[in-house]
């Protein structure tokens, strides 16, 4: 019995001894940390614009008659003045001889009509003929030469009508397909008026639509471009194709449109870009991406810094001795994997990036330095250090 209790006595102060040990420590939560920059900031934002041709013609017909040739490859490019399609001229040229002969005949009337007033003038100084007989001779004269005038004129447009037999380009461009075959009767307000296309495609414009808040918020950008010089409004704007492919070329802020669609609510703005390669054609959709804001000493942090709970945001700031410190914040425009915060926060300031999950308010956590995925923002970064 005694040898009982002792063993209890024994399992008891093992027991006490084993459940009054210490536990370890809880290890800390791992985070990453970065700085918040500040920098002056550029803010932009992306829209879905047309492409088009910086200048769009159609090429018609403008005397009727049988299409004789076509001059030019159908998708080719041109210069100004190059032939495109010539029209059956005989009509136009007996016109045009009929017209030339008819001056001259006018020509000459006038001219006996002078010889004949001159002789008149003679003879009313001389009292030989009367008032009448010398007005007769100088209304006459002077109806010889109106008519040779008339005459004259037309003898120009029959040389213009022949003149329009020769369809040639207007302006440098690309050339699209004909309407109208070899011996087709082209003219003017039919059907066959129209012969082919043509678009200038070096620059082309772009054309995108934005609404009025944007636009107000934006005119301060828009004033300033539109009122810089060329060389000031270069390499503005960026565009991205339709299979994300970004355009090399940047583009630049060509002008806003007089007035607002009140049908929209929108406002046309309208950009340019260079296409020596005519890799860009008119009717190809693109989002292009504009300045429309300039923020001085704008705050950034990683997007990845910042967490929602029911439409606010925060950032979990890192106080003394490394603890927790969640921040409301504001959210502006991004830059990439960046964005302009407004709030609490100061430059210099450190967010959590990764392991903000984990990292709950006023616990102590074990920061190291986030590394950025992006070069860009890499680079930022060592430029605020």
């Known amino acids: 019995m005694f040898r009982f209790l002792q063993t209890l006595v024994c399992v008891g102060c093992f027991c006490f001894v084993a459940c009054s040990k210490p536990k370890p420590p809880t290890p ?6 970065t700085p918040v920059l500040q920098q002056n ?6 829209w879905v614009g047309l492409l088009d041709g910086y200048q769009n013609a159609n090429i018609q017909a403008q005397v009727s008659g049988y299409l004789l040739s076509q001059a030019y490859k159908e998708g080719s490019s041109v210069t100004k003045g190059t032939l495109l399609f010539t029209i059956d001229s005989r009509p136009f040229q007996a016109a045009l001889a009929q017209a030339q002969a008819n001056y001259a005949k006018a020509v000459a009337q006038a001219q006996l009509s002078q010889i004949t007033l001159e002789r008149q003038v003679q003879l009313f100084k001389t009292k030989v003929t009367s008032q009448q007989e010398y007005d007769t001779a100088y209304q006459d ?3 010889a030469i109106a008519t040779a005038a008339g005459m ?3 003898m120009q447009a029959a040389q213009v009508n022949l003149d329009y037999c020769t369809v040639t380009a207007p302006f440098d461009g690309v050339v699209g397909t004909a309407t109208a075959q070899i011996g087709d009767l082209v003219g003017p307000g039919g059907s066959t008026s129209v012969l082919t296309q043509i678009s200038q495609i070096n620059p082309m414009k772009l054309n995108f639509a934005i609404t009025e808040a944007e636009y107000l918020g934006a005119a301060d950008v828009l004033a300033e471009l539109q009122a810089g010089s060329v060389a000031e409004r270069a390499g503005q704007l960026s565009l991205t194709l339709a299979d994300g492919s970004v355009y090399p070329e940047k583009g630049k802020f060509d002008f806003v449109n007089r007035e607002i669609n009140t049908s929209t609510g929108t406002i046309s703005v309208t950009a340019l870009f260079p296409n020596e390669k005519s890799v860009l054609r008119p009717g190809l ?3 292009v991406t504009a300045p429309v804001e300039h923020i001085e000493n704008a705050l950034l942090i990683p997007q990845a810094a910042t967490v929602e709970v029911q439409g606010n945001y925060f950032a979990s700031r890192l106080g003394p001795n ?3 410190q969640p921040v409301p914040i504001k959210l502006g425009p991004t830059q990439g994997e960046l964005v302009v915060v ?3 926060l100061k430059a210099g300031d450190k967010v959590i990036v990764e392991g903000i999950e984990k990292a709950r308010a006023g616990t102590t956590v074990q920061p190291s330095a986030y590394v950025p995925a992006s070069p860009a923002m890499e680079s930022a970064s060592a430029g605020h250090e």
């Open 28 to 33: 800390l939560v791992s985070v990453t940390v």
């Open 41 to 46: 900031v550029v803010a932009t934002k992306e």
């Open 141 to 143: 004269t002077q109806a």
């Open 152 to 154: 004259q004129a037309a």
């Open 285 to 287: 959709f693109a989002r």
């Open 322 to 324: 490394n603890v927790v």
């Open 342 to 344: 407004r709030g609490a």
